[in-house]
């Protein structure tokens, strides 16, 4: 098993950024994929960015292009958030997969707000 803790969520204004980050521990090198989910209230959650093992990388159509998703080490993988909107507001999670398991983080709040 993955434990994985995010950090980095925060309130910023529409139009800003932030950096999320999500540390792994655990039985990292069986993760197959890194991913990135957000839930906003009252919404199902879903799949915002993620990463292979082989750095290939996807994006939801509401991010492309303001998010980007990263392996910062082998333990740490990041979404850097520009250009934020208001509908962006919502608990991130991070999530690992591999051919056993899910594990998910407990989620981070971001808030896009004036």
């Known amino acids: 098993q993955v434990q994985l803790v995010e950090s980095g969520g925060g309130l910023v204004q529409p139009g800003g950024s932030l950096r999320l980050s999500c540390a792994a521990s655990?039985?990292?090198?069986?993760?197959?994929?890194m991913g990135w989910y957000r839930q906003a209230p009252g919404k199902q959650r879903e799949l915002v960015a993620s990463?292979?093992?082989?750095?290939?990388t996807t994006y939801s159509d509401s991010v492309k292009g303001r998010f980007t998703i990263s392996r910062d080490n082998d333990k740490t993988v990041s979404l850097k958030m520009n250009s934020l909107k208001p509908e962006d507001t919502a608990v991130y999670y991070c999530?690992?997969?591999?051919?056993?398991?899910?594990?998910w983080g407990q989620g981070t709040q971001v808030t896009v707000s004036s």
């Open positions: 999530r690992a997969l591999s051919s056993t398991f899910i594990s």
């Open positions: 655990g039985n990292i090198f069986t993760i197959v994929v």
């Open positions: 990463i292979t093992a082989g750095d290939v």
